[in-house]
């Protein structure tokens, strides 16, 4: 992983310097001596805008070989179905503002043709493949933040990601169901207070 970055923060662009990484959470510092943890679905998409913006300036030995999706696994919600894949290659394009974005080829498990598939599409199948069964993490309920672990997910539900919390483990079919917004994955930041019994 490549020492330093550009994401957007505050409404400005910063350079930042990996101090280390504990899965899911890195610990980046800015110029100005600000620290910030992030996760491991920030961190891809900071290292995103880093390769863009270098590859823009025509940065020498940078090629679309280097992206940093590539070889990141993804999890697609299809129907009822989730099916995963993973990045292989990004192709460049630019779009009406002059931009530098991307178009992402993915081979799926069981298919010989490979997809493409846009950023957004690929981000959230960064996102997806985060959410699995025995994922330590924080749920969302009545204001508190109770840790847990996912039990199932089932997509085609508003709340689709099933938490058994631990203050529950004795109550067997005790399960809560929230979605992306009410989760939080263990050493992510968060507001508010921890639930306890």
């Not at 192709?91 to 846009?118: A, H, I, R």
Request: net charge negative; charged share 30%.
């Amino acid at each position: 992983m490549t020492p330093e970055m550009i994401v957007a923060h505050d409404c400005h662009v910063s350079v930042v310097v990996v101090l280390h990484s504990r899965m899911p959470k890195y610990v980046v510092a800015y110029k100005d001596g600000y620290r910030e943890n992030l996760n491991d679905l920030e961190m891809l998409e900071g290292l995103n805008s880093w390769f863009l913006h270098k590859y823009n300036l025509g940065t020498s030995a940078l090629t679309e070989d280097d992206h940093p999706w590539i070889g990141q696994e993804v999890m697609i919600a299809e129907n009822q179905d989730t099916i995963h894949g993973m990045v292989i290659a990004w192709q460049p394009y630019s779009d009406g503002q002059n931009e530098t974005k991307g178009v992402f080829t993915v081979n799926f498990e069981n298919n010989d043709d490979p997809e493409e598939l846009s950023e957004d599409e690929v981000y959230n199948g960064l996102e997806g493949i985060r959410t699995v069964p025995k994922r330590r993490v924080l749920a969302l309920y009545k204001e508190k933040w109770w840790r847990g672990e996912i039990v199932k997910v089932c997509w085609r539900k508003k709340n689709p990601i099933a938490v058994r919390c631990d203050t529950d483990k004795r109550k067997r079919n005790a399960l809560l169901w929230v979605n992306s917004k009410q989760l939080r994955f263990e050493g992510e930041q968060f507001e508010g207070e921890i639930g306890s019994y």
